[in-house]
């Protein structure tokens, strides 16, 4: 059995970062960063936009140098997936039985892709997309004239579908709600992006449900609920993420969701933390517990978590953001705008620059730019302000937008 230390499961971004701010935080102990894959500490966004499409290669996903972990005497154990939790005993079991002691443990294990509960999702050719595995797999399936039906237009779905055109893919996207991106962005601006993906010639089958997954062995369609059946060589599966809590909740630590924080990430117990997908956190800005599952929110709350294991009493009150890329538009997203009452925009979406703010009660909850750069920054201020807003102000586009935010 080893010696009592910092034991961090799961070893993507969060937990990477959360090894790296222990040590230089002070940690003195013995740090074992403990994650399922077999894979260097990984970032995830490269895997539906560069890595997929081809311009980058797998490497430039990693969090650190391998030469990082030995120069900070980070034990990094791979391959190695945590079965087991015992709080009383302060146990982390792994897969074949060893067992790890700790002072103190971050949990920071992720989530896993929704499954749609319909038959042929266990085909050849449906693919979900979470892991790098996942991803250079799907790579070798987008081929130049390949039949692609993308289930789900969600962030990781309209990415893919970038990709797949990108690689010369017939591309289908089907989704039950109006638009695009409708659940986080509203039918607003969700419409911006079926205007989007329509001009790169994307079949839009949106306000269409998913009936089942067509073929023998190998996926040859889809099946839709008015009937049509659209051929597909491949499918992608993008309709979320479910938060992977099971090891704490095993354990006894309080769950919702995720696993239930306070605003320095401390989970029910006081010697365990949690940080990234799986904490559903008091936020002292918003007002409210949020789980956020984006790359901003791993990258910063993991610092957060490993700070405060080696000692630390940082507050986590960042405001949520992400950022995605797709075809040549670039776009940030801050806030947590659900629910909102009223949007507002600065420049006209169909000249594909332009900045939407969304309000709740005269406050400015949420904003998001498209093509528009170093305005994010004061999109958060005035989400911290809680401040009321003149509309006619962020919808002149001569507004400095240092000038959003009222004086005084």
Same mark, same amino acid.
């Given at each position: ?67 990082? =972990?030995?120069?900070? *005497? ?20 792994? +897969? ?111 306000? +269409? ?40 909740? *095993? ?15 401390r989970t029910s117990h006081p010697d365990v933390y949690a940080a ?27 610092? +957060? ?27 940030? =997203? ?42 994010? *920054? ?12 003149? +509309? ?5 586009p001569d507004t400095d937008p240092k000038a959003w935010l009222p004086?005084?």
């Amino acid at each position: 059995m080893a010696d009592d230390g910092l034991v961090i499961v799961g070893a993507g971004l969060a937990g990477a970062k959360a090894a790296e701010a222990a040590r230089s935080s002070g940690w003195e102990g013995a740090i074992r960063l403990v994650g399922a894959e077999a894979h260097l500490p990984y970032e995830r966004p490269p895997l539906s936009k560069g890595v997929l499409s081809g311009h980058d290669r797998p490497t430039v996903a990693a969090v650190h140098e391998s030469g990082f =972990y030995v120069t900070n *005497e980070i034990d990094l154990l791979i391959g190695a997936a945590a079965e087991a939790l015992d709080l009383q005993a302060r146990t982390v079991t792994l +897969t074949g039985g060893r067992r790890l002691t700790f002072a103190k443990l971050v949990l920071a294990t992720g989530s896993t892709p929704r499954r749609l509960p319909v038959p042929g999702m266990d085909l050849d050719g449906v693919f979900t997309l979470r892991t790098l595995d996942d991803s250079l797999a799907l790579r070798e399936e987008l081929r130049a004239g390949r039949r692609v039906c993308v289930v789900g237009a969600s962030w990781i779905g309209t990415e893919v579908a970038a990709a797949a055109r990108e690689r010369g893919c017939d591309v289908v996207m089907v989704d039950p709600l109006a638009t695009p991106l409708e659940r986080v962005l509203g039918a607003e601006v969700g419409g911006y992006f079926a205007v989007l993906h329509a001009d790169h010639s994307v079949d839009l089958r949106m306000g +269409t449900g998913l009936e089942a997954i067509e073929g023998s062995d190998r996926v040859s369609g889809v099946r839709l609920d008015d009937g049509e059946v659209v051929d597909a060589d491949v499918v992608v599966v993008g309709v979320g993420v479910v938060a992977d809590i099971a090891l704490a909740e *095993e354990a006894g630590l309080e769950t919702a969701s995720g696993v239930l924080v306070d605003s320095h990430l401390r989970t029910s117990h006081p010697d365990v933390y949690a940080a990234g997908d799986i904490a559903e956190a008091e936020h002292p800005v918003l007002g409210r517990r949020v789980r956020v599952e984006h790359w901003a929110n791993a990258l910063n709350q993991g610092r +957060t978590a490993g700070t405060n294991a080696a000692g630390g009493s940082k507050v986590y009150d960042r405001i949520p953001y992400f950022f995605s890329d797709q075809y040549d538009a670039g776009m940030e =997203y801050s806030g947590w705008p659900v629910p909102y009452d009223d949007v507002v925009f600065r420049g006209d979406p169909s000249d594909g620059e332009f900045v939407a703010f969304y309000l709740a009660g005269g406050l400015v909850v949420g904003g998001i730019n498209v093509n528009v750069w170093d305005v994010n *920054e004061a999109v958060q201020a005035l989400i911290r302000s809680r401040t009321a807003v003149d +509309t006619a102000v962020l919808a002149d586009p001569d507004t400095d937008p240092k000038a959003w935010l009222p004086a005084g």
